[in-house]
């Protein structure tokens, strides 16, 4: 047999090569081993535990010491074989190849005891089946399993082994099981330290090291440590050699700019970068969104917490819950959130995602995550999604980091072996209409103390010179009034779990008659912009404020939202610009042309400037 199967009794005993150093942390999960192996009722075990975790490692590290004599409970006379598919399976072009070797195998356990070292122990399931049989490897050595003549000591994931184990109760029963707890800080850099020097790579300082461990735990969504640390320092590497060459040392600058290359926002990396983003968002919300007060301070809040490391790292970082009639802003809040702290962001219609696509949104989010681990998801209409998608997004909330199928392929639809997928640092920022009936019934402000929630316009704070007990019952009615909106909310159509996982659950409502006007002037002013931006034309509308209040006066209707606006401007504005703007030639590069508009309200434009002087846009009025 061990012709076939390596002996890895010689091969790590005295004179052979030595197992990877371990750490203490290490030494509870190599007792659990000991215990299993030494145990007279099964004495087989299988270490689960993520990709690049040191499973191997361990049990690397136990076949030594038995080896030298360590362990009293293996002899030192056991024949300790490494065992793989293709061991079993190579060279078995003929029936009953494959049987001969196992009882090979069998026969010689009867006389010395065998230990079959599996790595990837899911990978022999189904070894040795053929057609209109499905006996394989396990089947056929169930019963020297059971009386210990051969004894497993393998590793996998917990996914993969359970996935091809689970249905099999006698095999489960034969398996002690020992779950790999997560690495430490230590243990990462201990095993990224021995892959730099297997690779024999340039060694890197302890600066460098240290701030790739930490880079690699916030930026890289894909993967468990060390996995995620050797992955950073793998690319990172190869874009440095390309530039300073192969012998040159890794700097922190050649890890930033990976990082950058895989999409992460450098503001991050600056000391500053953190106030600069807070800051950003504070200054130029107005740019991009009228109102939404309490939207804003709900992400501002999370924001600033994951910033400055005051949140709790095990949960996602963004989770913001947005409820209220239609056309309020609460979509454009968070894509305007995304942009002004340099989040990529995406946009999820949550009606195409309905139970019997729960697959294809996990494969989204998974690939999503790859490209960019700061990604913030916008659930639009929350309510829509089949109730085991909801599910999916509230184990995020819950867990931040899940184990998932990773999916390879050309068009990325083949799941393969569970990876991890880290989610704490993106954002789950979901909309939705349900419960938009208990807004306007819990939170209708009364005159003696307006609130301000989404549109309104004041704060439901507690007034200057109020005394605990006052500031206490303000915010207690404030959370009682939040609860009844989440139940609210619940009765819409959004699972209760799922509720209770969003850290800020925001009301919205319609604008009033002067943030109408302030969002027609907004929208009007990005209109403007693209014409400049496209046709090289500074336009100047020289009676604005009528056309505002012309708009506000006809299109302002508080239960019908703000769409209206983007009509109003593309009807109204639009239509009179576009045939005069037609007829202006431009070239790419040219220099921006000042001219100015005035608006009719019945043919459109006549055009009136120095730089387009007899060219009539419309007709002036008389």
């Known amino acids: 047999s061990e012709a076939i199967f390596p002996n890895l009794m010689r091969t790590l005993g005295p004179g052979g090569r030595r197992p990877h150093a371990l750490t203490p942390e290490d030494q509870p999960t190599l007792n659990h081993v000991r215990s299993a192996l030494g145990s007279q009722e099964s004495g087989s075990v299988i270490v689960l535990g993520p990709a690049g975790s040191g499973k191997t490692q361990i049990l690397e590290a136990f076949v030594s010491e038995a080896a030298h004599g360590r362990v009293p409970e293996i002899p030192r006379t056991m024949r300790v074989l490494r065992v793989d598919r293709s061991s079993l399976t190579a060279g078995n072009e003929l029936v009953g190849n494959f049987e001969s070797r196992v009882g090979t195998l069998r026969a010689a356990a009867g006389y010395v005891p065998v230990l079959l070292f599996a790595d990837e122990t899911h990978s022999l399931r189904g070894a040795g089946a053929s057609k209109g049989s499905n006996i394989d490897f396990f089947d056929m050595v169930k019963s020297d399993l059971a009386d210990g003549t051969i004894r497993i000591a393998g590793t996998d994931t917990a996914a993969e082994f359970y996935g091809a184990f689970g249905g099999d109760s006698a095999i489960l029963r034969r398996l002690q099981v020992v779950h790999r707890p997560v690495l430490g800080r230590e243990r990462v850099l201990q095993a990224a330290d021995a892959w730099i020097a297997r690779y024999r790579l340039p060694p890197i300082s302890a600066e460098v090291r240290n701030f790739a461990y930490i880079a690699s735990e916030r930026f890289i969504a894909i993967g468990a440590q060390p996995s995620k640390l050797t992955g950073l320092i793998d690319r990172a590497y190869s874009r440095h050699r390309t530039v300073y060459g192969s012998n040159a040392p890794l700097t922190i600058d050649a890890l930033k700019e990976t990082l950058v290359s895989m999409g992460v926002d450098p503001l991050l990396f600056d000391e500053s970068g953190a106030d600069a983003s807070i800051a950003r968002l504070d200054n130029n919300w107005g740019e991009f969104v009228i109102g939404q007060t309490m939207t804003r301070e709900a992400l501002r809040t999370q924001e600033f917490a994951r910033l400055h490391d005051l949140r709790d790292t095990r949960r996602i970082a963004i989770s913001v819950l947005v409820v209220g009639t239609f056309g309020t802003g609460k979509t454009l809040s968070g894509m305007a959130f995304a942009q002004l702290t340099g989040?990529?962001?995406?946009?999820?219609?949550?009606?195409?995602?309905?139970?019997?696509?729960?697959?294809?949104?996990?494969?989204?989010?998974?690939?999503?995550?790859?490209?960019?681990?700061?990604?913030?998801?916008?659930a639009d209409e929350l309510h829509l999604a089949g109730p085991k998608v909801q599910a999916f997004l509230q184990s995020i909330l819950e867990n931040g980091v899940l184990e998932l199928p990773d999916y390879v392929g050309p068009s990325g639809t083949v799941p393969t072996a569970t990876t991890f997928v880290d989610f704490r640092n993106a954002g789950i920022y979901a909309t939705t209409n349900a419960g938009m009936e208990a807004v306007a019934r819990l939170y209708a402000a009364p005159e003696d103390r307006p609130v301000r929630l989404g549109f309104a316009t004041a704060s439901a704070a507690p007034q200057p010179g109020s005394t605990i007990s006052q500031a206490m019952i303000a915010q207690r009615d404030e959370l009682l009034r939040n609860q009844s909106l989440r139940g609210a909310i619940a009765e819409g159509g959004v699972i209760p779990a799922l509720v209770n996982r969003f850290v800020h659950v925001v009301p919205s409502q319609p604008a009033t008659r002067e943030q109408f006007r302030e969002v027609v002037a907004l929208e009007l002013r990005k209109y403007l912009r693209q014409i400049q931006e496209t046709r090289g034309l500074n336009i100047t509308l020289e009676n604005e404020a009528a056309f505002l209040d012309a708009a506000t006066e006809v299109y302002y209707i508080p239960d019908a939202g703000n769409r209206v606006v983007r009509l109003v401007i593309e009807r109204h504005i639009g239509a009179g610009l576009n045939a005069g703007l037609a007829r202006i030639p431009h070239a790419a590069g040219a220099p921006v042309r000042n001219v100015s508009a005035l608006f009719n309200g019945q043919t459109g434009f006549a055009e009136f400037g120095p730089d387009c002087e007899g060219l009539v846009l419309g007709t002036r009025a008389p």
Do not use: C, G, W
């Not at 989040?343 to 790859?370: C, G, I």
């Open 343 to 378: 989040r990529p962001h995406r946009v999820l219609n949550m009606a195409d995602y309905p139970d019997s696509q729960l697959e294809t949104f996990k494969r989204l989010m998974v690939q999503q995550q790859r490209e960019n681990a700061f990604t913030l998801y916008i």
